[in-house]
């Protein structure tokens, strides 16, 4: 879905900005234990990045891929560069890359998501990044989350998904293994208490 913009500024939905935690009855095992950032969430449906699945690409062989440095230029990257983290944001068109970043960073193409977060999804973040002169905070995710109009209203209220209001350290820091742990002690929620009838948080 798209990310709809009115005088230049972008329309807020009723969960935009909220993390989902997977319960134990989603159906769906692309998202078990996932804990997902929701960026936009309209009539038109919703879409978020899954923060909490590895990636096995490194940034260096998704800038080869590009084309954007050469075989013998990766050694020479800065470290900020050789280390950038490269994240599965979903099971949608998972050959394309989106930038979720701090606001530090604009271009004509970013597109703010929240009141300091970003999204861009066009190459010249990617080449600000590979020379050190990237956002802040920042994190390139391959694919993405999405539903149909209502789906995801659908899934929340027969307890598929908990929500609550997404935390900025909890999107970009990179402790995968144990967020989704650390989403739901953010709730006041221990995995024990999740079962198969659970409600609402």
Known sequence: MAITMTHGKRERGVLDGQFLIAMPQLADTNFARTVVYICAHSGDGAMGFVLNKP???????????????QPDQAIKLPDSARNFRVQTGGPV?????????????M????????????LTATLDIVRAISRGHGPSRAMLMLG????????????????SWLNCPARDDLIFDSGLGDKYDRVLHHMG????MLS???GHA
């Open 55 to 69: 990636q096995t690409l490194t940034f260096p062989e998704v800038l080869l891929h590009l084309d954007i440095i």
């Open 93 to 105: 068109e998972t050959g394309r890359g989106f930038v979720l970043h701090s606001d530090d960073y």
């Open 107 to 118: 271009s004509d193409s970013s597109i703010p998501v929240s009141d300091d977060i970003c």
């Open 144 to 159: 993405y989350a999405s539903w149909a109009p209502g789906q995801l209203e659908g899934e929340i209220a027969q307890n």
């Open 189 to 192: 929620v221990t995995p024990a």
């Open 196 to 198: 198969m009838d659970a």
